[in-house]
């Protein structure tokens, strides 16, 4: 079943978050990710739990390829980029 990885981030150096943007494309695709969403506007219509910042959406094949992109030794310097310039909340769901 498909799985989408889904981050909310609030990006706190816009510059080096650059190097991290160019940095984790070429190995969300090598894992067969694809980019549905990648900080387009937001139009926020109901807001009681959650005001998000800037959000990423990922399509995976399913949810084991899309956690061991995100656990695997390649992205894990890259991850390290991500969290020194930006806080960010990340979920993996299931598709319908």
Do not use: Q
Request: glycine share 6%; charged share 25%.
């Amino acid at each position: 079943m498909t799985a989408y990885v889904i981050v909310d981030t609030k990006i706190t150096n816009a510059e080096a978050y650059e190097s991290y943007k160019k940095l984790a494309r070429p190995i969300v695709e090598s894992y067969g990710g694809k980019y549905l969403a990648r900080g387009g506007d937001l139009d926020v219509v109901e807001g009681d739990l959650w005001t998000p910042t800037r959000i990423v959406i990922l399509e995976f094949t399913d949810m084991a390829t899309a956690r061991k992109m995100l656990d695997s030794e390649e992205y894990a310097p890259v991850k390290a980029v991500r969290h020194a310039n930006a806080d960010c909340t990340a979920i993996i769901v299931d598709g319908a």
